[in-house]
């Protein structure tokens, strides 16, 4: 069985500032980890994936994560928080690349951005 | 290259009827995969369909239903539709056939029920 806690559902920081999303998963297989963005009334984009090798991954807009087997995590982090950031975010995780295999995800941590 | 397209992208519904949702899969995928989004939560897994055959089920009662056609698009419904059915329902398709890829999604069909 797979899950997912996303530690804090909302989370606000000031423009240019750190951003850190935080994600706990638990797995019974190696897992596969996702982080999707979702915008009002749009569906999930892809921000990065961990599948297998680095464990630092880097994503599109800047963002990126680091998968932890030893604490069972997977944080996501961008070193300067743009106004365009403010949204949704989803951490999953999939016994596969989430193509073949269901995606189990969080409840999602909403980001607002501050000027 | 058009993506993942959903229809409708809103719906209304009174409790106890049925609705069929839509989805076409980005061009050159061969998997469709539902998610329902409840407000404030994260999508849930519903089914996956490939090669027009149900290949993974969540879990949801048998109200829900799918279907795949020889074009790769599906179809969701869900019959005597309850208050709780109300949620964002979201299609991701993949290729599976030659090697996996990740999902990618559409942007939902919001399905009310009252």
């Known amino acids: 069985a797979q899950s997912v806690t996303q530690l804090g559902s909302h989370v606000s920081v000031s423009e240019g500032a750190l951003v850190l999303l935080r994600c706990n998963y638990s797995?019974?297989?190696?897992?596969?980890l996702f982080w999707y963005v979702q915008y009002p009334n749009q569906g999930l984009q892809l921000l990065l994936k961990?599948?297998?090798?680095?464990?630092l991954v880097k994503g599109i807009n800047g963002f990126e994560a680091e998968f932890k087997k030893s604490e069972t995590s997977f944080h996501l982090t961008k070193p300067s928080a743009h106004m365009s950031d403010a949204a949704e975010y989803f951490c999953a995780v999939s016994g596969g690349q989430g193509g073949s295999e269901k995606l189990v995800f969080g409840k999602g941590t909403k980001l607002t951005v501050n000027p | 290259d058009a993506g993942v397209t959903q229809s409708p992208t809103h719906l209304i519904k009174t409790r106890g009827q049925q609705v069929t949702l839509r989805c076409s899969p980005k061009s050159g995928h061969d998997t469709v995969s539902w998610y329902q989004q409840a407000l404030g939560q994260g999508p849930q897994f519903i089914f996956q369909y490939y090669e027009e055959e149900e290949r993974q089920r969540g879990n949801f009662p048998d109200r829900f239903s799918g279907h795949q056609f020889p074009n790769y698009s599906s179809e969701l419904n869900v019959n005597a539709l309850l208050l709780g059915d109300s949620a964002l329902y979201l299609c991701?398709?993949?290729?599976?056939?030659?090697?996996?890829?990740?999902?990618?999604f559409g942007q939902g069909t919001r399905l009310t029920v009252v």
């Open positions: 797995s019974s297989v190696p897992p596969y």
């Open positions: 991701a398709s993949s290729l599976v056939g030659q090697g996996s890829t990740e999902a990618f």
């Open positions: 961990y599948t297998t090798g680095a464990t």
